[in-house]
T-cell receptor
Framework: DSGVTQTPKHLITATGQRVTLRCSPRSGDLSVYWYQQSLDQGLQFLIQ???????AKGNILERFSAQQFPDLHSELNLSSLELGDSALYFC????????????FGEGSRLTVL | GQNIDQPTEMTATEGAIVQINCTYQTSGFNGLFWYQQHAGEAPTFLSY????GLEEKGRFSSFLSRSKGYSYLLLKELQMKDSASYLC??????????????FGAGTRLAVHP
């Protein structure tokens, strides 16, 4: 158990809909990272937050947005969903220093029908 | 930008040794990570190299040559449970965002009896 909690674990929805994925980082971690992993693909970096502020953006679509709240949990919002958005969405956290690995949650598997 | 290359698939025999290579190109290298990921599960941290040389941790070792942009993960005394994807990831200080990891596509290792 990495200490990173993601909900929901599974989500099935239809094209055009909107969903919110939630992540609670490890206790004490200030940085949250979101990654997307499509079938048989590598982990694609989406966005990073540190202590409530956006730090970096990767290959995140304009239909997607995220935020980190004062209690440090984060939410990833996916809207106008398309079939190609079906993927595993991972949240990871760490303390935010210059060293140290990322700790990953179990992921949220999104299926868009 | 960054470029991380690793073989797509490898096979090996139970009890044997396997070496998974990773080459990378990055402008602000600040560490290389190896993660293990079983299908549909969260990536779990295996090793970290920031200086040249070999890091050993039980049955797993990781090597780094910064001048060559090269790393390998060595798995000894292979077990069936080692069948998984192995992800090489690089931390690049100049890619924007503090501490984020850029992942390769992963190497799927199949261990046979």
């Amino acid at each position: 158990d990495s200490g990173v909690t993601q909900t929901p674990k599974h989500l099935i929805t239809a094209t055009g809909q909107r969903v919110t994925l939630r992540c609670s980082p490890r206790s004490g971690d200030l940085s949250v990272y979101w990654y997307q992993q499509s079938l048989d693909q590598g982990l694609q970096f989406l966005i990073q937050y540190y202590n409530g502020e956006e730090r970096a953006k990767g290959n995140i679509l304009e239909r997607f947005s995220a935020q980190q709240f004062p209690d440090l949990h984060s939410e990833l919002n996916l809207s106008s969903l398309e079939l190609g958005d079906s993927a595993l969405y991972f949240c990871a956290s760490n303390a935010g220093g210059s060293t140290g690995e990322l700790f990953f949650g179990e992921g949220s598997r999104l299926t868009v029908l | 930008g960054q470029n991380i290359d690793q073989p797509t698939e490898m096979t090996a025999t139970e009890g044997a040794i396997v070496q998974i290579n990773c080459t990378y190109q990055t402008s602000g290298f600040n560490g290389l990570f190896w993660y293990q990921q079983h299908a549909g599960e969260a990536p779990t941290f295996l090793s970290y190299n920031v200086l040249d040389g070999l890091e050993e941790k039980g049955r797993f070792s990781s090597f780094l040559s910064r001048s060559k942009g090269y790393s390998y993960l060595l798995l000894k005394e292979l077990q069936m449970k080692d069948s998984a994807s192995y992800l090489c990831a690089v931390r690049d200080l100049f890619s924007g965002g503090y501490n984020k990891l850029i992942f390769g596509a992963g190497t799927r290792l199949a261990v046979h009896p």
